[in-house]
Each structure stands twice: as structure tokens, then as C-alpha cells.
Nanobody, 125 residues
């Protein structure tokens, strides 16, 4: 069974940091680009960051540039999202997904499969 599992969410104060993990089971991640997405209550899902299969190409939505870093460890079958200088507006459920698009198109494309169940990130002011 192909599955993605997110972890690492939690409650943090404004300015704090969290590292999210996206671990695959049932398949190896190293052949696929992976994206992180988030959805806040009452808002549409938003693309946050994407990374190519090799890790050589990345993309970020403007609101997280300079604060978030996406990376991957293919030996551990895991993609990470390091989130620093967190703001209350970063509060959302964060999901990872295997994307079928190019990294440069990933943030706005609906063409993703194998979503995780999500992990809640709450940033208090």
C-alpha cells in the first residue's frame, strides 16, 4: 500500500521553528518530486514548497521564502520542511503529496497523487 505520512506539527509561539517530515511507505520517494501544501480554516489549499527527485530544484511560495527550507533524504525515504520565524498566518494543516508536475509548476498545479493525512501547525501570537 502506497502511503505518505506527515509528522512534526505542533503548537509554537510566533518566531519559533518546527520541522515537518514526510515519510513514504510502499514506494521509494527518490524517483518523485514532492510538494508541501497547507490549508487554513476557511481558506483554499495553498502550495508551500516543492522539491525535485534529486533535491536539486526547489520552489517556494513568496510568503515563506527565506523562512522555510525544503530538503530530502532519499536514503531515509523522507522529505523535510524546516520552518523558521513562524508567524500566526502560517497556522494550517500541512500536507505532503507526490507531484506529477515539474517543480516550477508544482505550487499551482492540481496534478498530485498520494497525499498524506496532514499535520496541524499552530502558531500563537
Amino acid at each position: 500500500q502506497l502511503q505518505l505520512v506527515e509528522s512534526g506539527g505542533g503548537l509554537v509561539q510566533s518566531g519559533g521553528s518546527l520541522r515537518l517530515s514526510c515519510t513514504a511507505s510502499g514506494f521509494t520517494l527518490d524517483n518523485y518530486a514532492i510538494g508541501w501544501f497547507r490549508q487554513a480554516p476557511g481558506k483554499e489549499r495553498e502550495g508551500v514548497s516543492c522539491i525535485s527527485s534529486s533535491g536539486g530544484n526547489t520552489a517556494y511560495t513568496n510568503s515563506v521564502k527565506g523562512r522555510f527550507t525544503i530538503s530530502r533524504d532519499n536514503a531515509k525515504n523522507t522529505v523535510y520542511l524546516q520552518m523558521n520565524s513562524l508567524k500566526p498566518e502560517d497556522t494550517a494543516v500541512y500536507y505532503c503529496a507526490k507531484t506529477r508536475t515539474l517543480v516550477r509548476l508544482c505550487l499551482l498545479s492540481p496534478d498530485h497523487d498520494y497525499w498524506g493525512q496532514g499535520t496541524q501547525v499552530t502558531v500563537s501570537s
